[in-house]
């Protein structure tokens, strides 16, 4: 098992910046493909990012490409999330999560183990 634990979250500004990490304990970092997801306020948790397990291949929502990117320290055994030019609508509840698999899954049900969240919230 991996535990996850965010950290990072907090009340930014339209179009500044935010860097949100997930530390995890337990097995083996580096045997995880590790995911971002999203729930906003009355809304479903939804795909943000996902990286693979030597950070070398990423995916990412179209609504957050080129404004988000995603990265790893396996060293560090932390997930980090930048996010660049937030908008209102980018504010939600993040949350990392760990699978092993061969490929980066974009399904919430895909996913074993899960953090529990960081708060982000984005001001006009």
């Known amino acids: 098992q991996v535990q996850l634990v965010e950290s990072g979250g907090g009340l930014v500004q339209a179009g500044g910046s935010l860097r949100l990490s997930c530390a995890a304990s337990g097995r083996t970092f580096s045997y995880y493909t590790m995911g971002w997801f999203r729930q906003a306020p009355g809304k479903e948790r939804e795909f943000v990012s996902a990286i693979n397990q030597n950070g070398g291949i990423t995916n990412y929502a179209d609504s957050v490409k080129g404004r988000f990117t995603t990265s790893r320290d396996n060293a560090r055994k932390t997930l980090y999330l930048q996010l660049n030019s937030l908008k209102t609508e980018d504010t939600a509840v993040y949350y990392c999560?760990?699978?092993?698999?061969?490929?980066?899954?974009?399904?919430?049900?895909?996913?074993?183990?899960w953090g529990q969240g960081t708060q982000v919230t984005v001001s006009a």
């Open positions: 999560a760990a699978v092993i698999r061969p490929y980066l899954p974009k399904a919430q049900s895909d996913y074993d183990y």
